[in-house]
């Protein structure tokens, strides 16, 4: 609403948006299938986390990078992280 506001003074004002841009991966269905936005900024939806993959954005995109790796040292050498071998 805040973003229909604006574009609606911008017009009044005669400095109508040529771009408008917004939303992300997680608010994708709402911002495009809003007719107000002409770009939309999905990020990680290129590589599609295991979070939004357990949510209501499956059926949307899937998953396209896996990352097999060993935790080679753990938090008891390094309290504040780990070492891995990718």
Same mark, same amino acid.
């Given at each position: 609403?805040?973003?229909?506001?604006?574009?609606?003074?911008?017009?009044?004002? &005669? *400095?109508?948006? #040529?771009?408008?841009? @917004?939303?992300?991966?997680?608010?994708?269905?709402?911002? %495009?299938?809003? &007719? *107000?936005?002409? #770009?939309?900024?999905? @990020?990680?939806?290129?590589?599609?986390?295991?979070?939004? %993959?357990?949510?209501?954005?499956?059926?949307?995109?899937?998953?396209?990078?896996?990352?097999?790796?060993?935790?080679?040292?753990?938090?008891?050498?390094?309290?504040?992280?780990?070492?891995?071998?990718?």
């Amino acid at each position: 609403q805040k973003v229909s506001s604006c574009v609606d003074s911008l017009q009044k004002a &005669g *400095l109508a948006p #040529e771009v408008v841009t @917004g939303g992300g991966t997680g608010t994708f269905p709402f911002e %495009g299938g809003s &007719g *107000l936005f002409t #770009e939309i900024q999905p @990020g990680s939806f290129m590589f599609m986390d295991n979070e939004y %993959g357990s949510v209501e954005m499956e059926d949307k995109f899937q998953q396209s990078l896996f990352v097999l790796c060993t935790v080679t040292s753990d938090f008891t050498a390094h309290p504040s992280w780990m070492v891995v071998d990718a």
